[in-house]
């Protein structure tokens, strides 16, 4: 069956142990373990692989010796509790093996917690768990965590944040990765033990991390400042330390995206970005109309990019979009 991500929010607080198993597939790999993470200690407990409950199985050595699986699913464990196998970067390598196993499954046997990377619709192992009336299929997307989540997670941080915090810390999550932003607040969590006063805007703005793509900042600078000169160098730069069109846009999108998120909310706390004062300037100097601009244009060099008739070379396309971009920015404000 299939498993939408808002009812995976409830399911994973209460997992049900009689399920047969539980599949978790995406093309992020930190979003995929952090919710597999998520659902084995709901379901087992923090103490199941100390206590021989959980058995992990690479996909890898699952090909090499296909019994393994069958065999962790029907052996009985010596501490009581839930059971589960769990079978890592699972792909249609490993399918017929999942599938007999599947069938196999009996009431009493261990669940069977498979992950995976971005799975096709063809996937026969996507289809098995979509189709099967016992186990649950869950796709993870590319979208930061809702409000909902993180206030999930700030409860098991035990963080109360005010008003301002909240919405910091929503925009935070826009800005990061996942694993950081989990990482964040574990930092936070120890940053305001005995600390009975809620989480405010100065603590996120102490504990935030700023971004660590630095060579991939100097373009994105470059461009937000209007300095179209200075382009073809650093994109050269680029080239040669092998930074590919995808990730310049990305990185590109998001930037601009603060820029914008600040031009609409002036005086808004600025996170997740390596100098505050700088992009406060960019934003001011573009103007919320001009950013409106620039994310249309990125956008549309995205949809170039990812097109299956495109054969320009892609660096090149993006350099033509940082070239506009950066003439976009020098006219002036209307």
Not at 179 to 196: A, C, I
Not at 213 to 241: F, N, T, Y
């Amino acid at each position: 069956m299939k498993l939408s991500p808002r009812d995976a929010n409830a399911y994973f607080k209460r997992p049900d142990a009689d399920k047969t198993g539980l599949l978790i597939f995406g093309s992020d790999a930190m979003r995929v373990a952090l919710k597999r993470q998520e659902f084995l200690k709901a379901l087992l407990g923090a103490q199941a692989e100390e206590e021989m409950r959980l058995t992990r199985i690479p996909a890898a050595e699952l090909r090499r010796e296909p019994a393994m699986l069958l065999d962790a699913i029907k052996a009985i464990g010596f501490f009581p509790g839930p059971r589960a196998a769990l079978v890592e970067d699972a792909n249609d390598n490993v399918a017929k093996i999942l599938l007999d196993t599947l069938k196999d499954w009996q009431q009493g046997d261990a669940q069977i917690v498979v992950t995976g990377g971005d799975l096709k619709k063809t996937s026969k192992i996507r289809k098995a768990f979509e189709a099967h009336p016992n186990a649950y299929a869950l796709a993870i997307y590319d979208n930061p965590p809702d409000r909902a989540e993180i206030e999930r997670m700030l409860a098991e941080a035990r963080l109360t944040p005010d008003n301002d915090a909240m919405a910091a810390l929503v925009d935070l999550a826009r800005a990061i990765d996942p694993g950081d932003f989990r990482q964040t607040l574990e930092k936070l969590s120890l940053y305001k033990l005995n600390d009975s006063t809620p989480l405010g805007a100065d603590d996120i703005a102490a504990c935030a991390p700023t971004s660590t793509e630095a060579d991939v900042d100097d373009i994105l600078h470059v461009v937000a400042e209007a300095r179209a000169r200075d382009i073809g160098p650093v994109m050269s730069k680029l080239q040669a330390q092998g930074v590919t069109a995808v990730t310049l846009t990305i990185m590109a999108t998001r930037h601009f995206r603060t820029l914008y998120r600040i031009a609409a909310n002036p005086g808004a706390p600025v996170y997740g970005v390596r100098d505050r004062d700088r992009v406060t300037r960019q934003s001011s100097s573009w103007g919320a109309a001009k950013l409106e601009t620039a994310l249309s244009v990125l956008t549309d060099t995205d949809l170039t990019l990812r097109s299956a008739g495109q054969n320009a070379p892609a660096l090149a396309l993006v350099e033509r979009a940082f070239i506009r971009l950066a003439m976009l920015g020098a006219q002036r404000n209307r």
